[in-house]
């Protein structure tokens, strides 16, 4: 099993991200470039095969000109953060790309994933919509025996 999706370019919108306030933010996908056995719907992947699986992911974010403002993009698993991975933006800074890889391992029968954010500046900053910044896909390592 393997998929791609964007948040649809031109024909897609960008997604305002608050300010930190001690919740996360599901990053939505409107487009799908490829899903192989039909296990992207709803923002999220439900791999149908046990074994363990690869994702990548990238975010452009608008952010400001202050100090130490951060990112912070997670890979949920049936619900709760796994993985995590935050970029730290110096001053001057503007747009930015936040990108991560992640493994986890799935059981092919219920386990599901989605990409949730969170970010630190101040105030509601936005995930770009081009779908050459903005991506996420994964595909299936190894099996389980």
């Keep these: 099993p393997a998929f791609s999706v964007h948040k649809g370019g031109d024909s897609g919108s960008h997604q305002?991200?608050?300010?930190?306030?001690?919740s996360w933010t599901k990053v939505t996908w409107s487009h799908e470039y490829l899903d192989t056995d039909n296990n992207f719907a709803s923002d999220k992947f439900t791999p149908t095969s046990a074994g363990w699986y690869w994702f990548n992911i990238?975010?452009?974010?608008?952010?400001?000109?202050a100090e130490d403002e951060y990112g912070t993009i997670a890979l949920y698993k049936n619900g709760s953060s796994i993985l995590e991975s935050r970029r730290?933006?110096?001053?001057g800074t503007?747009?930015?790309?936040?990108?991560?890889?992640?493994?986890?391992?799935?059981n092919?029968?219920?386990?599901?994933?989605?990409?949730?954010?969170?970010?630190f500046s101040g105030d509601a900053r936005s995930i770009d919509k081009h779908e050459k910044s903005t991506w996420w896909?994964?595909?299936?390592l190894i099996g389980l025996s």
């Design 16 to 22: 305002s991200i608050p300010h930190w306030a001690g």
């Design 108 to 119: 092919g029968s219920g386990d599901y994933f989605e990409i949730f954010v969170n970010q």
């Design 94 to 106: 503007m747009s930015q790309a936040l990108s991560s890889s992640f493994m986890a391992e799935a």
């Design 88 to 91: 730290i933006e110096g001053v």
């Design 137 to 140: 896909n994964g595909f299936k």
């Design 58 to 65: 990238s975010l452009l974010w608008n952010f400001g000109e």
